[in-house]
């Protein structure tokens, strides 16, 4: 007959086994994943991220749920996914808005470097720098030229203080010493619109908003903001070559859990988001975003969070007071 102590010890061998092989990744995933988007349903964040969950439910067999927070420019989502357990049945949609936040609040109940493990990258996603085909300006160093002609008299368009619209201008500025005057519009569309109307001359907006007018010849678009040109506009310079060295906005998409998730896990995630991304079908449909695919190593994506919530918090600081 076998002593209680034996069999005890059969038990605690036993659960020890399995709590290795979870923490190991062997038994990773074993039940549905929560996707959290820190964004309300629809947009480029949410199809984003139902390409790769689909590719991760495809390989693992589980289902991986999108579920949209959206509320308080990211900060509902992302506090969601700072609080869930770090067992990586809780990824997070991170992207440039996402980081851009830490720079717009004192305060926040989550710190987007401490508390979060980035995974890899999806895609990167450029702006494109239009003007009204009114505005006598051919190329970016003629834009500068006439707003420094012209100090304060050529409207912009933005959607609020910290996002891409406005930073990308607020950089542009910063780094020409140009001044122009900011309007403020509810998103992408009303800012199109406004330009399209000769009611704004310059507009930094996202390429797939923006190609259809630029293909119609309704808008003239001078370049890029991305470090390498775009394979959506190849022929399109990038702002930096053009003239303003060192410009660079991506406007980029990956993957995070919360900080404490097992390494192998994140190891497990990081090499079925490459794949994913990697795949034909993912990246058609990310080109036909206006999306460049992209992906990284967990420390590679580490280090660009990190710089990039520093250069736009920085930025923010010194431009305070300025976020039409």
Known sequence: MLSSRFVAGVLLAGTMALGAGAMSGQEYPNRPIR??????????????ARLVAQKLAEAWGQNVVIDNRGGAATVVGTELAARAAPDGYTLLLANFGWAVTPGLHDKLPYDVVRDFSPISLIANGSLALLVHPAVPAQSVKDLVALAK??????????????????????LFQSMTGVRMTGITYRGGG????????????????????????????KLRVLGVSSPKRTVALPDVPTIAEAGIDGYELVSWYGVAVPAGTPQPIISKLNGEVVRAVESADVQKALIAQGLDPASSSPAEFSRYVAGEVAKWAKLIKETRGRRE
């Open 190 to 217: 009303p800012l199109l619109i406004a330009l399209l109307s000769g009611e704004l001359q310059v507009v930094f907006v996202s390429i797939s908003a923006a190609m259809p007018h630029i293909t119609a010849g």
């Open 149 to 170: 002609a012209r100090p304060g008299q050529l409207n912009y368009g933005s959607s609020g203080g910290g996002s891409s619209s406005n930073l990308g201008t607020l």
């Open 35 to 48: 996707f959290i988007v820190p964004y309300p349903p629809g947009g480029a964040t949410t199809h984003t």
